[in-house]
C-alpha cells in the first residue's frame, strides 16, 4: 500500500527514531547498573560506574552523528513521511563526483517537452505564456528592477512565473556533470516531459477527463517500452512537476486537474513539486522559483550583503488578496490585522487579480523593507511567496505546518524556530493573538539571528545558472542518494 493519504499524526517521524534508540540504550546500562549493585565491593562498583559513564559519553557523542536511518517504509502505510532534512554537504573534494550515481536523460519524442513549449501561445486560457518560456524558463530580464536593488545585480533578475521548474530543472540535467549518455552506466533515469505545462489549459476549461490525463498516459505507454522503466518498475526513474500535486491527484472524472500521479505506470517515479503529499514518499517537495537567479558566486553573495544590511522600515507585511467569496476568510483576517497596526507596522500589497504571480517590483520592495512576512495557506497550503520573501530576507511567518515545514525540508534549515515564525491560526481567528504583538515580542537581536538564518539559506532555494550550489542540485543531489538508499537497503514496496 502507498501512503497516499492518512490520519496519522506527523510525530511519527523517522527522524523521532534517533531519540527513541538512545533512550533505549540508556536504559540498557541502567540495568547493567542493577546487576551491580548487588555485589559487594563499594569500590568496583565505583569503578564500573566511571567506566560505564565513560563509555555512555562515547556511546551518545557517537550517537549524536548524523546516522543514516533505514527509511521505516514497510510499515509507513498512512504515516506522514518527512525526509531527513538537508545535509548536503557543500562542493566535496572527492575524486569521484558522481558516488552517488549517473544520470541517464531520456530523449523523448518532441511531443512531450518541445512542442508543448512552441505552442506556449494557449498553454493557458487567458493569456500567452510565450515570455515566460525565454531564457530558458527564467522569463524576461527585470530591468524595471534598477532604483530597487543595486545596479550589478540587476542581471541576475527576471520575471520568473512560478510554474516553469519543468523548464529549468530540464536544461540544468543536460548539463549535469554525473550526466551519462548510455543508460546501461546510469543508477537514475530522468523523464523531460512537462507535465504540468501540458494540463495547464485544461484546467479552468470545460474539458474532459481524456483531454486532461491525454499527455500523462501517453508518456506512460511510451515508459513502458523502455528496457530500464522495465526493470526497475519505475524505482530509479525522476519527473519534474511543474505545479502542485493536487493538479495530478483527480479521483473522480469531474474533480480538478489531471489523474497523472494515479496512473498505474507513475506509482514508483519519483516526483518533483512545488507542493507535495507530505504523505506520499514519492511526492518531493521543490523550490517554487523566485525571480533571482544568480550565475556566479559574487552575485549570490552580494545579493545576501544586500538583503543582510538594507533597512527595513516595516515590522511586517502582506501579500495577498481577500476572497470576497470565501466568508471569514483568514486572509481577509490577516489584511485586516495589517491595516489596522498602530504607527503603520505593516504593509500591505494587494494582489488582486493576477499581479502577484510573476512578482512585481512593489513586492520585492514591500519584502526587503520588513522584517517579517505573513505567509498563510493560499488555495493549497504553499504558495509562491514564501520563497519571494525569503529571498528578500524577510522572516516568514506561517500558520500552517504543511505551508513549508513539510514541504521543503531539503532545502530549509532544520529548525523551523531558527528562521521562522509558527503563531497558531485558531487564535488569530478567535481574536486571542494580535500578529503585531506576537512579532514585537522579538529582540533586535533574535530577529537578525532569524535572518541570517534565512539569508544563510538562498542558495539553498534558488535556481541559478550552475554556477553555485542551487535549489537544483540540493533536489538532484538528494533524489541521487535516495535511490542509492534504495538499492543498499535492499527496500522497494511488496
Ligand atoms: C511498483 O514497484 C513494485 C515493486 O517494488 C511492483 O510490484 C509494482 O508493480 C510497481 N508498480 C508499477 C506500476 O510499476
Ligand atoms: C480594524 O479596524 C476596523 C475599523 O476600525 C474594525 O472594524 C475591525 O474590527 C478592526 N479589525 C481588527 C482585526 O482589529
Ligand atoms: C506579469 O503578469 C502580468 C499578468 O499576467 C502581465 O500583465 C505582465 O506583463 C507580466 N509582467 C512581466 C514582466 O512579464
Ligand atoms: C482561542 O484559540 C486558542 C487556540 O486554539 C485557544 O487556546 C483559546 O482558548 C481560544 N480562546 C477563546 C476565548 O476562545
Redesign the pocket.
Known amino acids: 500500500m502507498l501512503p497516499l493519504s492518512g490520519n496519522s499524526s506527523p510525530e511519527h517521524h523517522p527522524r523521532k527514531l534517533k531519540s527513541y534508540e538512545l533512550f533505549g540504550r540508556k536504559n540498557s546500562f541502567n540495568s547493567l547498573l542493577q546487576q551491580f549493585h548487588h555485589q559487594q565491593s563499594r569500590l568496583w562498583l565505583l569503578l564500573t560506574i566511571l567506566c560505564l559513564q565513560i563509555l555512555l559519553i562515547f556511546i551518545i557523542r557517537f550517537l549524536s552523528f548524523p546516522l543514516p536511518l533505514p527509511p521505516v517504509i514497510s510499515s509507513a502505510a498512512n504515516r506522514l513521511y518527512r525526509f531527513p532534512s538537508a545535509a548536503v554537504s557543500p562542493a566535496s573534494t572527492d575524486v569521484d563526483h558522481c558516488k552517488n550515481g549517473r544520470i541517464f536523460v531520456y530523449d523523448l519524442p518532441t511531443a512531450f517537452n518541445q512542442d508543448i513549449v512552441k505552442n506556449c501561445d494557449s498553454l493557458n486560457p487567458w493569456s500567452s505564456s510565450c515570455s515566460a518560456m525565454v531564457n530558458g524558463g527564467f522569463g524576461q530580464r527585470a530591468d524595471s528592477l534598477a532604483g530597487v536593488i543595486p545596479e550589478n545585480l540587476v542581471a541576475s533578475w527576471y520575471w520568473t512565473d512560478q510554474f516553469v521548474t519543468e523548464i529549468i530543472f530540464h536544461n540544468r540535467i543536460m548539463k549535469h556533470k554525473c550526466r551519462v549518455k548510455e543508460p546501461e552506466s546510469a543508477t537514475a533515469f530522468y523523464v523531460p516531459f512537462y507535465a504540468g505545462l501540458a494540463v495547464g489549459k485544461f484546467l479552468w476549461t470545460a474539458s474532459s477527463a481524456e483531454d486532461r490525463d491525454h499527455h500523462c498516459r501517453m508518456i506512460l505507454k511510451w515508459l513502458s517500452d523502455q528496457e530500464y522503466y522495465k526493470k526497475s518498475n519505475g524505482w530509479d526513474h525522476f519527473i519534474t512537476m511543474g505545479r502542485i500535486t493536487w493538479d495530478f491527484r483527480r479521483s473522480s472524472d469531474e474533480d480538478w486537474g489531471s489523474r497523472c500521479i494515479y496512473l498505474p505506470g507513475m506509482r514508483n517515479i519519483t516526483r518533483l513539486l512545488i507542493e507535495r503529499n507530505p504523505w506520499d514518499y514519492f511526492d518531493v517537495g521543490v523550490p517554487y522559483p523566485t525571480g533571482f537567479h544568480p550565475s556566479s558566486q559574487d552575485d549570490m553573495s552580494a545579493w545576501q550583503d544586500f538583503v543582510r544590511t538594507h533597512s527595513r522600515t516595516h515590522l511586517f507585511c502582506f501579500a495577498g488578496a481577500k476572497r470576497a467569496a470565501f466568508r471569514n476568510d483568514f486572509r481577509g483576517?490577516l489584511l485586516?490585522?495589517c491595516?489596522?497596526s498602530t504607527a503603520e507596522k505593516c504593509r500591505v500589497v494587494d494582489c488582486a487579480g493576477s499581479r502577484c504571480s510573476n512578482g512585481t517590483s512593489a513586492i520585492l520592495e514591500s519584502f526587503l523593507n520588513s522584517d517579517f512576512c505573513l505567509q498563510p495557506r493560499g488555495d493549497s497550503f504553499t504558495r509562491r511567496s514564501i520563497f519571494d520573501c525569503m529571498v528578500a530576507g524577510a522572516i516568514p511567518v506561517f500558520f500552517w505546518r504543511r505551508t513549508a515545514y513539510y514541504q521543503y525540508e531539503w532545502f530549509l534549515p532544520g529548525k523551523p524556530e531558527s528562521y521562522s515564525v509558527f503563531i497558531d491560526r485558531n487564535a488569530v481567528k478567535n481574536?486571542t493573538a494580535s500578529i503585531e504583538a506576537v512579532l514585537e515580542k522579538f529582540s533586535r537581536e533574535e530577529v537578525r539571528e532569524m535572518r541570517e538564518r534565512v539569508i544563510e539559506s538562498i542558495p539553498m532555494f534558488v535556481y541559478g545558472t550552475g554556477a553555485v550550489k542551487d535549489a537544483f542540485d540540493v533536489a538532484v543531489d538528494g533524489v541521487l542518494r535516495r535511490f542509492k538508499e534504495q538499492e543498499e537497503w535492499g527496500y522497494k514496496w511488496k
Open positions: 483576517i485586516d490585522q491595516r489596522n481574536g
